[in-house]
């Protein structure tokens, strides 16, 4: 652990967040920019790791076991919500032959 | 004695329960009797609780229960019964039984019988309340439920618009006495902080006449006196009053509930004492709703027109009395005037019922023959009310005169040209009733009975009291003792003190009488010579008549003035209220506010468009927007 942090640190902190800050970016833009229902999921999935690789790298400095541990917690959510949305956009594509959000603009007043 | 006290107001009410669940079920008989029957029960303990008080010379006060209390101010209801209210008990109870009595005869063939005796035993019901309350709550529960009453049985014929219409404005006109009256009542406890008698008495008494605003608060009493006892201004109700059935004008509109105001200001003597400015003021409008109270009843042509009028100018004369500080006068004026009016308007009843239903006095005539009961009884009450000794009204009469005459001249000589007045229009109203020949239809005429003995008793009963009523006051420079100014001596002790006592040299007091006497024989004289010997009838309503003799019969155009002057600009603001400010105004402003709200949603929706995408662009903003705020605020507490 020590030698990990050693390594981990002769890269400034600085780095990892804006390293973090452009995932995310992206992640945002992607889920604002794209139609198809998958693209957007995996968006998603590109601002949740941004977020993880943010709690590592400060739990790391910090020599604090705390923020990876959370880490996990959030992969294997992000693992169930996987399964859970895949499955929706399954679903979606079963009853309209279209993963486009855009289709889906019935819910509305 | 002490008792049975509230059994008094109670068996009245009891009548009004029975006879109100059973005005369909049960006989005419039994509700008249159930109804005559409690009110004598409630006479026959007034006569015990006078008894009493006659011999002790100590009132009675008893507590039925307390009320209610808010931090120190606590209300018991409870009831007073000295020799001021035993009287007025007598009266009520006691001329209240003998109109029953009459009624069971004169209401006989109406349908609302039943519905009748209820609100009769419910108006004896409240008048007990307020002349036995020992507070001014009391007396306002009752002053407020005769007024009720009073409503009722005016418009019991309701079926008649234009009777319907009478009772709302005595309704109404009421209603403006009666806030005065709260007001005096609210005065009264800020500055006694109490409005039990017996504690504002006292403390007023030993207060200087600056300490408290006694004129404000005897003037707000006196407002209210004005609105029941129907003075001017407030005075036109009362002879609209009498669209009701004839006992009732007897009973509410001559014999108590219009002199409730003069036993509210007898009661409260001491305020009014402390207060001689009220008391000026209330002499002078007694005195000008006298006079012009007779003036119109010179020319009336409707028979309880004539009485209506009469009663309104006898009060004016008992406000007079309280005015020029003869308290036991008015009083002793409200007793006999209670036998003799009362004794009038039955009379009067009499008649109508005679010559089926017609009150006008042009389609009658000659009737002395065909009712003697009658006719004998209306004489004598006649003669009472305009002041021929030795019947009842002179003495009380003459006693509010010589006062009168003490304060001040010219009060004596408006007040004597009055009693003048009366004694023409009383006789010429029994001149052209029962002189003369008749002057109704066949028909009528050959219907014309007298009345059955349920109704003449009373009259006879009443006629007896008229006559020898006035012997309990005779002055003492007449023989008499003035056995009622003794007795009442009690209640008027503290303001007596204050004003001293007042008497008239003997020679002085007779030639007062020997005026008034004589100039009450003139007026009869020339009301003889003018509708019995020339027989002059009052002439049809659409024909000319002489400028002065029009403005009395169009009783000097009051009711129009006060349409053109009060409820024309009051209709016309409900009007504007109502399109402008309610229609325009409010109503407009709310519905407003809906529309806008509406309006606005419909505008506000349109951001819900559905896309998924949209959602997530304003999520964004959102989230940046709170971003960029707490970064702001972050720097700013650095």
Not at chain 1, 63 to 78: E, N, P, S
Not at chain 2, 131 to 158: A, T
Not at chain 2, 380 to 404: M, N, Q, R, W, Y
Request: charge should be neutral.
């Amino acid at each position: 652990m020590q030698s990990l942090t050693n390594t981990m640190q002769a890269v400034p902190l600085n780095n990892y967040i804006l390293l973090s800050a452009i995932i995310f970016s992206i992640g945002v833009i992607g889920v604002l920019i794209r139609r198809n229902a998958i693209v957007i999921f995996m968006s998603v999935e590109l601002m949740l790791n941004a977020v993880n690789l943010l709690l590592a790298a400060f739990s790391v400095y910090r020599g604090d076991a705390t923020g990876q541990v959370f880490v996990f917690f959030i992969m294997a959510l992000a693992a169930a919500e996987v399964a859970i949305g895949l499955a929706i956009i399954v679903m979606i594509y079963r009853n309209t032959n279209s993963i486009d959000i855009n289709v889906l603009n019935r819910l509305k007043w | 004695m002490d008792k049975y006290i509230w059994l008094i107001p109670l068996l009245p009410l009891a009548g009004f329960i029975i006879n109100g669940i059973g005005r369909n079920s049960l006989s005419k008989n039994t509700i008249g009797f159930i109804a005559s029957l409690l009110v004598f029960a409630s006479f026959a303990l007034s006569v015990g609780a006078f008894l009493q008080i006659k011999s002790t010379g100590l009132p009675i006060n008893v507590t039925v229960f307390d009320w209610f209390a808010v931090d120190n101010f606590k209300v018991p209801f409870s009831f007073l019964v000295d020799q001021l209210s035993s009287i007025m008990l007598l009266i009520i109870t006691g001329v209240g039984f003998l109109i029953h009595l009459y009624s069971i005869g004169y209401m006989h063939d109406d349908n609302g019988f039943g519905k009748f005796f209820a609100y009769l035993n419910l108006f004896v019901f409240f008048m007990l309340l307020l002349v036995m309350g020992s507070n001014y709550l009391i007396m306002f529960i009752g002053w407020e439920g005769v007024g009720l009453c009073s409503y009722l049985l005016i418009g019991f014929w309701y079926t008649n618009p234009s009777y319907a219409d009478a009772a709302k404005k005595a309704f109404v006109m009421n209603r403006i006495g009666d806030l005065g009256f709260l007001i005096g009542i609210f005065l009264i406890f800020t500055y006694f902080g109490s409005i039990t008698y017996a504690d504002v008495f006292s403390k007023a008494a030993g207060m200087h006449s600056k300490d408290a605003p006694f004129v404000l608060i005897t003037l707000m009493l006196f407002v209210g006196a004005v609105g029941k006892s129907a003075q001017l201004p407030l005075f036109t109700w009362l002879p609209d009053a009498m669209a009701g059935p004839t006992p009732v004008s007897a009973l509410i509109h001559a014999a108590t509930m219009v002199t409730a105001g003069i036993y509210m200001i007898a009661r409260s003597n001491i305020l009014f004492t402390m207060a001689p400015d009220t008391m000026e003021v209330i002499a002078i409008v007694g005195l000008v709703t006298a006079t012009f109270a007779a003036l119109i009843a010179l020319t009336q042509t409707d028979i309880k027109k004539v009485l209506a009028y009469s009663t309104v100018s006898q009060l004016g004369y008992m406000f007079l009395g309280l005015g020029v500080g003869a308290y036991t006068g008015a009083f002793f004026h409200v007793l006999t005037h209670a036998f003799f009016k009362a004794l009038l308007f039955l009379g009067a009843g009499s008649v109508i019922h005679a010559v089926s239903g017609e009150q006008d006095m042009r389609n009658m005539g000659g009737l002395k023959g065909k009712l003697p009961i009658t006719f004998i009884t209306m004489l004598v009450g006649t003669i009472a009310i305009s002041g021929i000794p030795p019947f009842a009204g002179f003495f009380s009469k003459d006693e509010i005169l010589a006062h009168a005459f003490m304060h001040s001249t010219t009060f004596y000589v408006v007040g004597v040209i009055t009693a003048m007045f009366t004694s023409f229009y009383m006789f010429r109203m029994l001149y052209l009733t029962f002189y003369g020949k008749f002057r109704g239809t066949t028909e009528q005429e050959h219907h014309l009975h007298e009345s059955p003995s349920n109704m003449t008793i009373p009259l006879i009963i009443l006629a007896i009291l008229s006559a020898v009523g006035g012997f309990i006051g005779v002055p003492e420079s007449l023989g008499g003792h003035h056995e009622l100014e003794h007795f009442l001596a009690p209640v008027f002790e503290r303001s007596t003190k204050i004003m001293g006592e007042q008497t008239l040299p003997k020679n002085t007091e007779w030639v007062l009488m020997a005026v008034s006497v004589l100039g009450a024989i003139a007026a009869l004289g020339y009301a003889y010579s003018k509708y019995v010997k020339k027989a002059d009838i009052p002439v049809a309503e659409t024909e000319e008549r002489p400028a002065l003799v029009s403005l009395s019969y169009h009783k000097f155009y009051i009711d129009e003035l006060y349409d053109t002057l009060i409820r024309k600009p009051l209709d016309a603001l409900s009007v504007f209220l109502y399109k402008v400010v309610d229609l325009l105004g409010i109503d407009d402003f709310i519905n407003g506010l809906g529309k806008g709200t509406i309006e606005a949603s419909k505008g506000l929706r349109l951001l819900q468009t559905g896309n998924v995408g949209s959602y997530i662009f304003m999520m964004i903003i959102g989230i940046i927007a709170i971003l960029v705020y707490s970064f702001i605020s972050i720097h700013n507490i650095k």
